[in-house]
């Protein structure tokens, strides 16, 4: 360990400090390149001038699309210290999803992978109709190299000059998430609420100087990038971006990087536990794990630590509008315990439960988690009405879950927040899908639920009532959903009903679908 910490307030300050207080330690490896925190600190300073230099004013926003990669973190590092705003998209993400977030956002740039799982990220921002968007910037190659290279000295003293001037409480991203009703709400956040829950999270999972994180979660999500990559700067440790689950190819970069951190899905223990040829102690440098939000039996939390061979396994619960974090279970903690919560409050962020009328709940009474402390967001973008509604006026979040606490301030989410379920690691909002599929000609009417699954924790089941005369088939809405949104969130299977069952206002009861 070290006696020295990380004192910055902002993103980018981190980096400052990490570069003077570690220079020659390892920042981030990524295939063959192995970066420091010296050389991290020269990139995002570089990658702040080019963005002066192509015109990128203070509060502009910069969209960022692309796979877990060093290249993804100087880009969004060098959007913050030119006093930018980086708006992360999902590598999943169809046309349409990309233009609704960032015609949102009114980005004036976008950076995007030229090219991942066979998709031409930037050649699909480029054909968008966004007004707003002066300029689309490759990710890597070339075209990266030019924008690089147009960088002048005084754009290189105008971007040490914004760095200086950033402070604490100026916005650092906007996060799109999906909600069950209306469309998909930007979550404005700010350095110092990031950076200080960065620090907490790591206090919270025993995270320190010189560990070294295996990132499979996503740097678009507030997982791989505020308690992913932020925290290994702010902390000292080493980031090991990893763009897709890839069983072999993780398990021999576990090994060969000695990574001691490796959160993920439950899917990514079940390919590893899956794996014939996984030799022993292959995962023996990994002492830590976190499973997120999914449901998951305890036999799994037994079977990543007796199989596996990881000591400590961990579970939270956080959300968008509150960096991602807000509980997390205990080093040391039983199976059980894992299973049945998700943790209590880390330390700077206090959770209640609360009824209607917002009176706190005797322990072990169930009622709305709420959720207050650095964490929580400043707002929604241009949605003061939806803020207002979302946390009160003493500070207090309203998750929209349901669960109960019990004598020592564990909580239980019983009840998915407005009926939103994991696939594989993603959060999969029914209303958002149901909107897209009641555009197929021949719906009339659609329930969106999530089904069991075994491998990716549950999957999308689309109920449909058909237009009069027309038909529906399985395989052609299962394809036509596939042209259209997120491949986690296409349905898997299709039920094709006469109606469904509503209130009397034609609200659908889902609990009354067959299952």
């Not at 600190?41 to 702040?48: C, F, N, R």
């Not at 003493?394 to 879950?401: K, V």
Request: proline share 6%.
């Amino acid at each position: 360990m070290t006696a020295e910490t990380t004192t910055a307030l902002t993103i980018p300050g981190l980096v400052t400090d990490a570069a003077r207080l570690w220079p020659d330690d390892v920042a981030t490896v990524d295939g063959d390149l192995r970066m420091t925190f010296a050389e991290l600190e020269e990139a995002m300073l570089a990658t702040a001038a080019a963005f002066i230099a192509a015109g990128l004013r203070p509060g502009e926003r910069v969209g960022l699309w692309g796979p877990n990669s060093a290249a993804w973190m100087i880009a969004c590092l060098g959007i913050q210290a030119a006093q930018g705003v980086m708006v992360p998209l999902n590598t999943r993400f169809k046309g349409a999803e990309v233009q609704y977030a960032l015609g949102k956002a009114k980005a004036a740039m976008a950076v995007a992978a030229p090219e991942f799982l066979d998709v031409r990220h930037a050649d699909i921002v480029r054909g968008l109709d966004l007004p707003d968007l002066r300029r689309t910037i490759d990710l890597t190659g070339p075209d990266w190299q030019a924008f690089l290279a147009a960088a002048r000295p005084e754009h290189r003293d105008e971007a040490q000059a914004r760095l200086a001037a950033l402070k604490p409480e100026d916005v650092c991203d906007i996060m799109f998430t999906s909600g069950t009703t209306g469309e998909p709400k930007g979550v404005l956040s700010a350095h110092g609420q990031t950076v200080k829950t960065a620090r907490l999270w790591a206090k919270a999972t025993s995270f320190g100087y010189r560990d070294r994180f295996l990132l499979l979660w996503p740097y678009f999500h507030s997982a791989g990038y505020k308690a992913g990559w932020v925290v290994c700067i702010a902390l000292g440790g080493t980031s090991l971006p990893q763009a897709v689950l890839d069983g072999p190819d993780l398990l021999a970069r576990v090994e060969r990087e000695k990574a001691t951190f490796m959160p993920g899905p439950p899917t990514l223990f079940q390919t590893l536990l899956a794996m014939p040829e996984r030799k022993p102690g292959a995962l023996d440098s990994v002492r830590v794990s976190v499973t997120g939000a999914a449901s998951v039996g305890s036999w799994l939390i037994e079977a990543i630590q007796n199989d596996l061979g990881v000591p400590i396994v961990l579970t939270g619960y956080g959300l968008t509008e509150c960096s991602g974090t807000a509980t997390m279970s205990s080093v040391g903690d039983p199976p059980e315990t894992i299973v049945n919560t998700a943790g209590k409050a880390i330390e700077g962020v206090e959770v209640e439960i609360m009824d209607d009328d917002l009176n706190v709940l005797p322990r072990g009474e169930s009622g709305e988690v709420m959720i207050r402390g650095i964490s929580v967001m400043i707002g929604y973008l241009d949605d003061p009405e939806a803020t207002a509604a979302t946390i009160t006026p003493d500070g207090w979040l309203h998750s929209g879950d349901i669960g109960f606490m019990d004598e020592q301030g564990y909580v239980a989410i019983t009840d998915r927040k407005k009926e939103m379920f994991i696939t594989g690691g993603f959060n999969v909002y029914p209303a958002e899908v149901e909107r897209m599929l009641i555009a197929h000609p021949a719906i009339f009417q659609v329930a969106v639920v999530g089904i069991p699954d075994e491998r990716m924790g549950e999957v999308c089941c689309a109920y449909v009532v058909p237009k009069q005369g027309m038909t529906i088939e399985e395989d052609e809405l299962i394809a036509w959903s596939r042209e259209r949104m997120a491949n986690y969130k296409v349905p898997r299977k299709v039920v094709v009903a006469d109606e469904l069952p509503t209130t009397p206002t034609g609200k659908v009861q889902k609990f009354k679908l067959p299952a």
